[in-house]
Nanobody, 124 residues
């Protein structure tokens, strides 16, 4: 059974930093590209960024480019989302997702497995 578990969410003030982790189990982690999405109240799921299965390439939404960084450690079956210069509009539930392909996708339907989500709240 595949499981993805996000940790590291919380409440921060604008301008602060936060790091989310997503640990996978039940899958050959290094054979999956990993994506991060977020969903704010009343809004649709939004692509944040993704990283290829080997970690050599990553891609970000314009709204987070230059502030967020995705990395991964395949030996620990973990993908990270480092968030800096947080803004109130970054408030959302953040989900990690796994896609069995070397390349990443930017659509929810590109991903086969999803975590349960981690709440990030940024106050002004």
């Amino acid at each position: 059974q595949v499981q993805l578990v996000e940790t590291g969410g919380g409440v921060e003030q604008a301008g602060a930093s936060l790091r989310l982790s997503c640990v996978g189990s039940g899958l050959t982690f290094g054979s999956y590209s990993m994506g991060w999405f977020r969903q704010a109240p009343g809004k649709e799921n939004e692509f944040v960024g993704a990283i290829s299965w080997g970690g050599s390439t990553s891609y970000y939404a314009d709204s987070v480019k230059g502030r967020f960084t995705i990395s991964r450690d395949n030996t620990k079956k973990t993908v990270f989302l480092e968030m800096k210069s947080l803004k109130p509009e970054d408030t959302a539930v953040y989900f990690c997702a796994a896609r069995r392909d070397w390349s990443y996708g930017s659509m929810s339907r590109d991903y086969e497995y999803w975590g349960q989500g981690a709440q990030v709240t940024v106050s002004s």
